[in-house]
């Protein structure tokens, strides 16, 4: 089931930036937390910044000066706005969605969008 899909990954220099997207699917309601995981080979997949339908935003304390999430309530899409990337930025960048107001345990996942970052 693909519920969430996400565009935007690719590979770029150190000190570059990148704008990810995710669209949720039209027959899924009641959507409430979105954000963005990211897994990087050998290492547990993390949460980068999540957003509620009020706008409350959180961020890992490893992104939360460079990257930026917004929300477009009429479309369901998420994006993630990254700055300043860094090598170690490089992982798998996974959108997630939810129906509780903050994500903890997601119920709806893209399959995912690699981010390279290359110095």
């Known amino acids: 089931q693909v519920q969430l899909v996400e565009s935007g990954g690719g590979l770029v220099q150190a000190g570059g930036s990148l704008r990810l997207s995710c669209a949720a699917s039209?027959?899924?309601?009641?959507?409430?937390?979105m954000g963005w995981y990211r897994q990087a080979p050998g290492q547990q997949r993390e949460l980068v910044a999540g957003?509620?339908?009020?706008?409350?935003?959180n961020y890992a304390d490893s992104v939360k000066d460079r990257f930026t999430i917004s929300r477009d309530k009429n479309k369901n899409t998420v994006y993630l706005q990254m700055n300043s990337l860094k090598p170690e930025d490089t992982a798998v960048y996974y959108c997630?969605?939810?129906?509780?107001?903050?994500?903890?345990?997601?119920?709806?996942w893209g399959q995912g969008t690699q981010v390279t970052v290359s110095s």
């Open positions: 997630a969605a939810d129906r509780a107001g903050v994500l903890v345990a997601p119920r709806y």
């Open positions: 039209r027959f899924i309601f009641n959507i409430n937390a």
């Open positions: 957003i509620t339908t009020s706008g409350h935003t």
